[in-house]
Each structure stands twice: as structure tokens, then as C-alpha cells.
């Protein structure tokens, strides 16, 4: 398995991973090659957002400040490797058109 970087308009490497981890669904970037608007879809975002919200219900009902830190570090791994590896880059170009 491979990291979900390429452009949807170009293909080629749209962004670094550590850029692309850190945007949200409501933010549009441009890729670094073709200059198209690409962006992360919405249901990524609630994909990566999933194992944080286990890892608080678990703290909540387990009451254990240790488990809830490891929880919560295990958490952050699977948010950054699931936003790498799992949701893809999509376009932000009004009708999914390239940008020209």
C-alpha cells in the first residue's frame, strides 16, 4: 500500500504527506505541479476522526488516565497513517474539471 498523494487532474505528487495530514475538508490547496484545486473529501475526514472518538469514550468509561494516554497516542498514529494511506486527494474544481 502506498500514500494517497497524487493529483487527481495531473497525477503526479500534489503535496507532501505532512500537508496533506493536516487538511481539513473545508480547506482548498493547490497542487504543486498543474496548480488544480484538490482537496480531502468529507467522509475522510470522519474516517480519521473515528479512532479519537473510541479512544475518549474508552477513557470516559475505563475512568484509567494510563490506558486513555496510550489510547490516545495509538489514536494519532492510526489518524495520521489512515489520512495517508486511505483517503484520497480529490478535486475542488468547480464539476471536477482541470483547471486550464
Not at 502506498?2 to 481539513?24: D, I
Amino acid at each position: 500500500m502506498h500514500m494517497q498523494l497524487g493529483c487527481p487532474h495531473c497525477a503526479q505528487r500534489a503535496m507532501p504527506g505532512v500537508v496533506k495530514a493536516f487538511t481539513s475538508p473545508w480547506q482548498v490547496r493547490a497542487c504543486r505541479n498543474c496548480g488544480a484545486r484538490i482537496g480531502v473529501p468529507w467522509w475522510g475526514h470522519g474516517l480519521t476522526v473515528l479512532p479519537m472518538m473510541l479512544v475518549l469514550l474508552l477513557g470516559l468509561v475505563t475512568q484509567d488516565g494510563w490506558w486513555l494516554l496510550i489510547g490516545i497516542a495509538i489514536a494519532f498514529v492510526a489518524y495520521f497513517m489512515l489520512r495517508l494511506y486511505v483517503v484520497p486527494i480529490v478535486s475542488r474544481e468547480p464539476d471536477g474539471q482541470r483547471r486550464i
